[in-house]
């Protein structure tokens, strides 16, 4: 799976910023968009990546810790998705803005050595 092949699924939705990155871990965007379309944008991730590994207000545990630790922080209020299959790991972490009507969606797709 290629960071495309996430993105592609979201094709039909319209983010208001939008920032990419490619370096020796994996592939990650950014993708920020208005709260009203959260839904549809869940919709779209799960169909991908299948159900959340973490759901908001869920505690972050030792485990998820260790999961997104090449992709940043991860806190009690966002939700998780994770699909690993064979040596590539795709997550999508959906982070609410607290003091606004937007969500930022992280995507990363990392490949491990094995």
Not at 23 to 40: P, S, T
Not at 63 to 77: A, P, Q, R, Y
Request: glycine share 6%; with cysteine.
């Amino acid at each position: 799976m290629e960071l495309y092949d996430l993105i592609a699924k979201l094709r039909n939705l319209h983010p208001i910023q939008k920032k990419y990155h490619v370096d020796g871990r994996g592939e990650y965007a950014q993708l920020v968009f208005d709260r009203r379309d959260l839904q549809e944008w869940y919709r779209c991730i799960e169909e991908v990546l299948g159900p959340p590994v973490k759901g908001e207000g869920q505690p972050v545990s030792d485990e998820l810790l260790s999961l997104t630790e090449d992709f940043g922080e991860i806190f009690d209020h966002q939700i998780l998705f994770c699909l690993q299959k064979s040596n590539q790991r795709a997550l999508a972490m959906f982070w609410p803005w607290r003091d606004s009507q937007l969500v930022t969606l992280k995507l990363m797709v990392s490949r491990s050595e094995n």
